[in-house]
């Protein structure tokens, strides 16, 4: 860990706990060893942290900043501490909510089949979030909606390609209107539950289709679980969508109606890496999840 880094462990434990000598018994320090610690932060960094008295430790206007900043660094710290140990043995992945839900499961028991000495981390994040986090090489493969991408196209550091289009699946209990009613205007009216129904996927529409839906207040909720969404739907009480590889699998357990949803594009799925960085193991997961491997 470099020298900053060890410094800002100590200034956090120090803000988070209020007292010098509290932290370096924390850390494992001497009382001295941390004042001095703190004070070489400053110097290197021509600022002020902390205000000191002798009853009291209390962080400057520059304190709080690095306080606010402190966790993601030594998160970060620890992120890659842990790939550089694991000799590039993990693959981290960040993906939409209905991807991880209707793609990943399936796929990911593939890619451990075939690859034993590659672990892998999945999360979800907004798509803007996850393009930095791939930027600050946190991660090696995005999976979004394209639309959720199209702001990035023109990138010569990104590259995106497709991976999957397939019809997207409306999802509602079987006494549900919408299970027998399936005009487009009138399946607008009833209250939609979307995971990660985001600007981008909401610009891919046509334009006709999402101005009414923005009249319709589209969607009513807005959750970042594809099953929380199907588990409304089961109970009668919203309509939702998912791609149809989700929908399918939701309506083995039985309790729901599926259709493919008129007068929507349909769900395509696009994958993002580094255009300089080549990563076999998330060139073989997009090829997982594409079907073609």
């Known amino acids: 860990m470099s020298l900053d880094l060890v410094l800002i462990r100590r ?24 004042t001095k610690s703190i004070r070489t932060l400053e110097e290197l960094w021509g600022v002020r942290l902390f205000e000191r008295t002798t009853r009291s ?18 998160t970060h710290a620890e992120e890659s501490k842990a790939r550089v140990l694991a000799a590039g043995r993990r693959l981290s992945i960040v993906c939409g909510p209905a991807i991880l839900e209707s793609f990943i499961p399936a796929a990911l028991s593939a890619f451990a089949y075939n690859h034993k000495g590659i672990g892998v981390d999945v999360e979800y994040l907004p798509p803007d979030m996850a393009v ?13 909606h394209s639309g959720s991408l199209a702001a990035f196209a ?14 997207y ?5 079987p ?9 487009a205007d009138a399946l607008l009216q009833h209250d939609w539950a979307i995971a990660g129904f985001d600007p981008g996927f909401a610009a891919n529409l046509a334009p006709d289709r999402r101005e009414a839906l923005q009249r319709s207040g589209f969607p009513r909720f807005r959750l970042s679980s594809q099953k929380a969404c199907v588990d409304l739907a089961r109970h009668g009480l919203i309509v939702t969508m998912a791609p149809r590889s989700g929908a399918l699998k939701a309506c083995t357990e039985g309790g729901l109606i599926s259709y493919e949803v008129p007068g929507i594009a349909p769900f395509a799925l696009a994958a993002m890496t580094l255009a300089d960085v080549p990563d076999q193991a998330a060139a073989d ?5 594409s079907g073609n491997k």
């Open 11 to 34: 200034f956090e434990a120090v803000a988070r706990l209020g007292s010098f000598s509290v932290a370096a018994d924390e850390v494992g320090v001497t009382h001295s060893a941390m």
């Open 57 to 74: 430790v209390v962080p400057t206007a520059a304190g709080r900043r690095l306080i606010e900043l402190a966790p993601e660094l030594l």
């Open 132 to 144: 930095q986090r791939l930027q600050q090489r946190r991660a090696q493969l995005l999976l979004y």
């Open 154 to 167: 023109g990138r010569r550091d990104l590259k995106i390609q497709p991976v999957i289009e397939e019809p």
């Open 169 to 173: 699946h409306l999802l509602c209990g």
């Open 175 to 183: 006494t549900h209107p919408a299970a027998t009613n399936r005009d």
């Open 285 to 289: 997961f997009i090829e997982i999840v």
